[in-house]
């Protein structure tokens, strides 16, 4: 994971998606298609810069928030704009189709 790609928990995760762009993966380490996401979303995070935050949560670790999200089957990403979430993408995610998502 690139150090632009923020790593979230319980703790901050309400206080991270409560302004702005945020783009949030759930996953977990043993998931094989999050093991193609990651290297997709540090791209991603690269060419849209201060545009977007693009975060990742732990469903292993922080089962409560995908619980509070619906979070059925992973690699899920949820975009969240000031706060509410805006849309929902199930499986591994192209680079140019989140750029354009996060850019528009």
């Known amino acids: 994971m690139s150090d632009k790609v923020k790593e979230l928990t319980a703790a901050d995760f ?3 998606i ?9 996953w977990a380490p043993w998931c094989g298609p999050c093991k193609i ?17 693009i975060a990742k949560v ?9 619980a509070q999200f619906g979070v ?8 969240f704009k000031s706060g509410q979430k805006v849309r929902d993408f199930i499986g591994v995610q192209q680079e140019s189709a989140l750029v354009d998502v996060l850019t528009a």
Do not use: M
């Not at 409560?18 to 759930?26: C, E, I």
């Not at 996401?37 to 935050?53: M, T």
């Not at 732990?58 to 995908?66: M, Q, T």
């Open 14 to 16: 309400a206080n991270t």
């Open 18 to 26: 409560a302004s702005g762009t945020v783009l949030v993966d759930f």
């Open 37 to 53: 996401q990651g290297p997709i979303l540090d791209k991603v995070a690269a060419k849209v810069g201060d545009k977007a935050v």
């Open 58 to 66: 732990n469903v292993d670790e922080n089962p409560s928030l995908a």
């Open 72 to 79: 059925r089957s992973i690699p899920t990403l949820i975009l």
